[in-house]
C-alpha cells in the first residue's frame, strides 16, 4: 500500500480535461515536500512530467499541470489526446529522505 | 544529453544476489547538485524506490529493502551499481536507473534508464 494515493483509474474523451489526485500526509506534502508526477506510455521507462508542483520540464505540452495544496497535489490534462493514454505517477519524499510513489492512475481515453 | 542505461542478467536464482550496473554518457556522475538512483517495477505493479546516492558518498536506501541493498559507484568509469542480495521471486521487476535532482524541498528522477527485466526463478 501506497503512502500517496492515487485512483487506480481515470478517463476522458478527447479534448476533455481530466485530473489525477495524490493524497500524502503532514509527513510529505503537508511538510512542505514537492509532488512530482511522471508519464509512463505502454512498455516505456516512465518520464517526468511535472517537478516541483507546478513546473514543466522543456518539451511537455501546456496541456498538462500540476498544483499542490496542503496534504495533496493534483495533475490536470486539458485538451485530452488519444497519445495521453499512459499510467500516471505522483512522487514526494519524505522526512527520513526516503523517496515515495503513489500507486499509480491508469488513464484512458474513450 | 544524459543517457543512462543498464546492464546485468537477466534471470537470477533465488537467495543468490541481483547485481546491476548502470552506465552514464552525456554527463559526469561527479556533477554538483545531482544524485543518482535506483528504482524498480514489478510486472504489472507501481514504482518502488531502492536506493540513491551522492558521489561523495551519501547514501539512502529504502526502508523496506535496507537490509538487502548495497549501491556502489566506480568514478572511473561514469557507472554505478546496484546489489540486492537474497533474492526472491518478489523481487522480480523492471529495474530502472535515474538521476535525481535534489532540492530543499525534495527530489524528483530525470531522466531515466530504458530499464531492464530481472526475473528470479531456479
Known amino acids: 500500500q501506497s503512502v500517496l494515493t492515487q485512483p487506480p483509474s481515470v478517463s476522458g474523451a478527447p479534448g476533455q480535461r481530466v485530473t489525477i489526485s495524490c493524497t500524502g500526509s503532514s509527513s510529505n506534502f503537508g511538510a512542505g515536500y514537492d509532488a512530482h508526477w511522471y508519464q509512463q506510455l505502454p512498455g516505456t521507462a516512465p518520464k517526468l512530467l511535472i517537478y516541483?508542483?507546478?513546473n514543466r520540464p522543456s518539451g511537455v505540452p501546456d496541456r498538462f499541470s500540476g498544483s499542490k495544496s496542503g496534504t495533496s497535489a493534483s495533475l490536470a490534462i486539458t485538451g485530452l489526446q488519444a497519445e495521453d493514454e499512459a499510467d500516471y505517477y505522483c512522487q514526494s519524499y519524505d522526512s527520513s529522505l526516503n523517496v515515495l510513489f503513489g500507486g499509480g492512475t491508469k488513464l484512458t481515453v474513450l | 544529453q544524459l543517457q543512462l542505461q543498464e546492464s546485468g542478467p537477466g534471470l537470477v536464482k533465488p537467495s543468490e544476489t541481483l547485481s546491476l550496473t548502470c552506465s552514464v554518457s552525456?554527463?559526469?556522475?561527479?556533477?554538483?547538485?545531482?544524485?543518482w538512483g535506483w528504482i524498480r517495477q514489478p510486472p504489472g505493479k507501481g514504482l518502488e524506490w531502492i536506493g540513491s546516492?551522492?558521489?561523495?558518498?551519501?547514501?539512502y536506501y529504502s526502508p523496506s529493502l535496507k537490509s538487502r541493498v548495497a549501491i556502489s559507484v566506480d568514478m572511473s568509469k561514469n557507472q554505478f551499481s546496484l546489489k540486492l542480495s537474497s533474492v526472491t521471486a518478489a523481487d522480480t521487476a523492471v529495474y530502472y536507473c535515474?538521476?535525481?535532482?535534489?532540492?530543499?524541498?525534495?527530489?524528483?528522477?530525470?531522466?531515466w534508464g530504458q530499464g531492464t527485466l530481472v526475473t528470479v526463478s531456479s
Open positions: 535515474a538521476r535525481t535532482r535534489i532540492t530543499i524541498s525534495g527530489n524528483w528522477f530525470d531522466p
Open positions: 546516492f551522492y558521489y561523495s558518498g551519501n547514501t
Open positions: 552525456g554527463g559526469s556522475i561527479s556533477s554538483s547538485g545531482y544524485w
Open positions: 516541483a508542483n507546478t
